[in-house]
C-alpha cells in the first residue's frame, strides 16, 4: 500500500535544489511533491517522482546520495477538520509523526498527505477505520 | 604453502640477522666516512671515528641525518660513489620544500628489486600474476620500485603509472590484472569510479593490492578491500632511504616486515633523540646497510609507529614495523592535544563514513578550531533529520573525546573533496604559528 519516497542529500547552499531538480528533469522524471528539511550544513530533500526508478538511475549516475523510504499517502478532503482528524488518529493510537507534507491531486477538492511513521501498516489500518482514504502508488501515478 | 623469494634470509634466526647487520654496519660507516665529507665532518665534530663502531649496540652513538642534510648537500653531497657507477637517479618534491636528489649503483637496483620481489611473494603473487602498477613512474620511486620487483619474479607487468582513473579501471577489467600497486587513497578512488562506471568488483580478477606512500588506517583497508575485492596489504619505504619496499606486509595483515638485511630500524623519541624499547612509540630511523651510491646514517623518517621483534606467523623473522600511525610534520597539535590525521580517519570509518575527508584547522581569537569536512555515503545516509543528526551528535562526539575539543563536522555530497592520484591532502592548516 505505502508510497515510495525519494530523499536525496544536498548541500544547503545556493543552487544545491536547482541542481537535482534538473538532473531529474533532464531524465524526464516529473516531481508531485517535495519537501525540504535543512540544517546549516545541509538538507534532506523528499519527493514523490513519477518514475522512481529513472530517478534513481539518474542520481546514481550524477553521484548523488539518495535512499527510497516508504511512506503513507492519505487523501485528506479540503474542508474544516479533515487533517485535525488524520492527527487526532496519529496522536489517540501513540503514532510518532518523523514528518508529514501535503500536495494537491487533480481534483483540488482533496489533498494528499505524506505521513512519515514508524509503523506504516498499522498507520494505514487506523486511517481506513477511521473513514480516510489511503492513497497507493498506482493512484499517485495518475494524479 | 607460504612462499619466499629469498627463504633464507626472510626465516633466518635473530642471531643471523645480527650478524649480517653488526658486518654490514662497520663497512657502512667506513665508507661513508672515506668517501662523504658531510659525514666525515659530522663524525669528527663529536669525535667519533669508524672504528669506534663495532656493532649494531654502537649504532646510538653516530649521529642523525635529516632531510636538511639532504637539501643542505644538494644535489650529490651525499654521493658515495663516484658519478660514472651512478646508473639511476630518483627525487622526492617534498611537497615542503626544496627537492632532494637520490642515486643507486647497479647493485643497489638490484637489491631493490629483490625486496620488492619479496614483497609480492608475500603477498601471494608469483610469475603467474598481472602486476598493475598505478604508482606514478618517473623522478617519483614509486613506480619504478614495484615494477622492479615484478620484473624480477617474472610477473607480467601493466606499466599504467597514475592518473586517469576511467582508463585505471577498463585497463584492470580487460588486462585482468591481478595486483594492483599505488597509494591506498588512489585504490579508493579506483573503487569509487568502478562502482560509478557500473562494473562489479567481481568483473574483476584483482587478489592483491600493495599499497603505501602515506599513513592508512585499517578501517580503510576494511573499505578498500570491499570496493576492490582484494586483500589489501602495506608496503613501506621513502626516497631517502631506498624507494617502496623498505618494509613489506605479509599475510598478516598486521605490521611490516622490515627488510634488515639491507636496512636497520630504531624507533626514538622525537624529542630527546633517545632509542626507543622495542614496542613504544615513536619515530622511525633507518640506517642503510648496503646501499652503494646513497648510503645514509641514522636517518629520521618523521614517520611515527612501533617496532616488534619475534617471529611472524608467516614465517618471516625480520623486525615488524607497524602502519605508520602518522608523521612528526602531519601530527596536527590542536589546543595542546597531539592528533594524527589517521585517528580521525578511524572515528569517521566507524562512524559509517569513508575516508574521503579534509580537516581544516584554524585559530579564531587565539583559539584552535577544528572542522572536519566528510562526504555523505549511501551507508550512513537517511530520510529522517532526527536520525541524520543523531549520528552527526555521535561523530561529534567520538571526535570530541579524540580531540578534546569540539569539532565542527560538516557532511558534503559524495565526491565533493577533492581525489587525489597519488598521496592525498588530508588537512589544511590556516593557523600562522610564527
Ligand atoms: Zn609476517
Known amino acids: ?143 | 604453502m607460504e612462499k619466499y623469494w629469498q627463504k633464507e634470509i626472510e626465516t633466518a634466526s635473530r642471531d643471523e640477522i645480527v650478524a649480517i647487520q653488526n658486518k654490514r654496519l662497520k663497512e657502512t660507516v667506513r665508507r661513508v666516512y672515506d668517501n662523504v665529507e658531510h659525514y666525515r665532518k659530522k663524525m669528527d665534530e663529536i669525535g667519533i671515528k669508524p672504528e669506534d663502531i663495532n656493532s649494531i649496540d654502537d649504532l646510538h652513538k653516530l649521529p642523525f641525518s635529516y632531510k636538511q642534510d639532504l637539501r643542505d648537500t644538494y644535489p650529490y653531497g651525499m654521493f658515495a660513489v663516484p658519478m660514472k657507477d651512478v646508473v639511476r637517479l630518483h627525487a622526492s618534491s617534498g611537497t615542503t620544500g626544496k627537492q632532494i636528489v637520490v642515486g643507486y649503483t647497479k647493485n643497489d637496483l638490484d637489491v631493490w628489486a629483490d625486496i620488492c620481489a619479496r614483497q609480492l611473494y608475500a603477498v601471494g603473487a608469483d610469475e603467474n600474476d598481472m602486476v598493475h602498477v598505478s604508482y606514478g613512474y618517473g623522478l617519483f620511486t614509486g613506480g619504478f620500485g614495484l615494477h622492479g620487483g615484478a620484473e624480477r619474479i617474472g610477473a607480467t607487468i601493466i606499466p599504467v603509472s597514475s592518473g586517469n582513473t576511467n582508463r585505471q579501471v577498463t585497463i584492470l577489467k580487460d588486462f585482468r590484472s591481478t595486483v594492483l600497486c599505488c597509494t591506498p587513497s588512489y585504490a579508493m578512488f579506483i573503487g569509487e569510479t568502478l562502482k560509478q562506471m557500473g562494473i562489479d568488483k567481481s568483473e574483476l580478477c584483482l587478489k592483491a593490492g600493495i599499497f603505501g606512500a602515506e599513513p592508512w588506517t585499517d578501517e580503510m583497508r576494511q573499505q578498500i578491500e570491499d570496493l576492490l575485492g582484494l586483500k589489501a596489504y602495506d608496503i613501506y619505504g621513502l626516497t631517502e632511504i631506498m624507494g617502496p619496499g623498505v618494509s613489506y606486509g605479509c599475510n598478516m595483515q598486521d605490521g611490516m616486515h622490515v627488510n634488515e638485511d639491507h636496512f636497520i630500524i630504531e624507533v626514538i623519541d622525537p624529542d630527546t633523540g633517545e632509542v626507543l624499547p622495542d614496542g613504544e612509540q615513536g619515530e622511525i630511523v633507518f640506517t642503510t646497510l648496503t646501499k652503494e651510491a646513497f648510503p645514509i646514517i641514522r636517518y629520521r623518517t618523521r614517520d611515527i609507529g612501533v617496532v616488534t621483534r619475534g617471529k611472524c606467523e608467516c614465517g618471516r623473522t625480520f623486525a615488524k614495523m607497524s602502519k605508520p600511525r602518522g608523521r612528526t610534520d602531519d601530527m596536527l597539535i590542536i589546543r595542546g592535544v597531539n592528533v594524527f590525521p589517521s585517528q580521525i580517519e578511524t572515528v569517521l570509518i566507524r562512524c559509517g563514513y569513508t575516508a574521503n575527508y579534509q580537516i581544516i584547522v584554524d585559530r579564531v581569537n587565539n583559539l584552535d578550531t577544528v572542522e572536519v569536512k566528510v562526504e555523505m555515503t549511501d551507508e550512513a545516509f537517511t530520510d529522517s533529520m532526527a536520525e541524520l543528526t543523531k549520528r552527526e551528535r555521535t561523530l561529534h562526539e567520538e571526535m570530541k573525546s579524540l580531540l578534546g575539543i569540539s569539532a565542527k563536522v560538516t557532511l558534503v555530497p559524495p565526491r565533493s573533496i577533492e581525489r587525489s592520484i597519488g598521496k592525498a591532502v588530508r588537512t589544511i592548516d590556516k593557523r600562522k604559528l610564527i
Open chain 1, 1 to 143: 500500500m505505502a508510497i515510495k519516497q525519494l530523499a536525496v542529500f544536498v548541500e544547503n547552499k545556493h543552487g544545491s535544489l536547482d541542481e537535482i531538480t534538473k538532473i531529474l528533469a533532464n531524465a524526464g522524471v516529473d516531481i508531485r511533491a517535495l519537501s525540504i528539511s535543512e540544517t546549516q550544513d545541509f538538507g534532506i530533500l523528499r519527493m514523490i517522482v513519477s518514475d522512481l526508478e529513472a530517478a534513481k538511475a539518474t542520481l546514481k549516475e550524477n553521484q548523488c546520495v539518495y535512499t527510497v523510504t516508504e511512506v503513507v499517502g492519505v487523501s485528506v478532503p479540503d474542508t474544516p477538520g479533515a487533517m485535525a482528524g488524520v492527527i487526532r488518529i496519529l496522536s489517540e493510537n501513540n503514532i510518532n509523526l518523523e514528518y508529514v507534507y501535503a500536495f494537491l491531486g487533480a481534483s483540488h477538492d482533496s489533498a494528499c498527505v505524506i505521513l512519515r511513521v514508524a509503523d506504516n501498516a498499522l498507520t494505514e489500518k487506523l486511517l481506513e477505520e477511521g473513514g480516510y482514504h489511503v492513497v497507493s502508488d498506482p493512484f499517485i501515478e495518475k494524479l
